[in-house]
């Protein structure tokens, strides 16, 4: 099993927070992109919501800390 130094952790980290809040943007392009008919609107919302969840839960996840840490 390979053993991590906390340098990379760190790196894996920011790197992984910058991919997720570039998902959401993303998502928001494509959002903004979609026809304004009420199926893709809908369908869209739904989209935008769970795309945008990954990048929340994530940072979520980095704030939280053990009872052992508190």
Known sequence: MKT???S????FVE???KRT???GLD???LFRGL???EEARIV????LRSS???GANYRAVCRARSKAER
Do not use: N, T
Request: charged share 35%; proline share 4%.
């Open 4 to 6: 991590y130094s906390k």
């Open 8 to 11: 990379d952790k760190v790196e």
């Open 15 to 17: 790197k992984l927070k």
């Open 21 to 23: 809040k570039q998902i």
């Open 27 to 29: 998502a928001i392009a």
């Open 35 to 37: 026809p304004r008919a």
């Open 44 to 47: 869209g919302k739904q989209f």
């Open 52 to 54: 945008l969840s990954v």
